[in-house]
């Protein structure tokens, strides 16, 4: 069986080649072959994006920012 790659590339998953879209490569042309007879590919991998987790330092500085407007929202009620 064979596996889509990013990079225009395809995976025979029987040995891990890893085969170039080339029509002089022997190996892409018997992977056309294999797609012409029916039989299914397996699609890439999807691209997986982490998740940023933000350091201590940016979190110190939310929550300061977050109570400086909670300080100035009860300045703000005070004054009226």
């Not at 890893?18 to 999807?46: C, H, M, R, S």
């Not at 939310?62 to 009226?80: M, T």
Request: hydrophobic share 45%.
């Amino acid at each position: 069986m064979y596996k889509l790659a990013r990079g225009n590339l395809i995976i025979r998953e029987s040995d891990g080649a890893i085969i170039p879209k080339d029509l002089g490569n022997v190996d892409y042309v018997q992977f056309l072959t294999y797609v012409e007879a029916g039989f299914p590919v397996k699609p890439a991998d999807p691209i997986v994006i982490p998740e940023v987790i933000p350091s201590a330092g940016e979190v110190a500085l939310q929550e300061i920012a977050a109570l400086k407007l909670r300080i100035k929202s009860v300045e703000d009620k005070q004054k009226i």
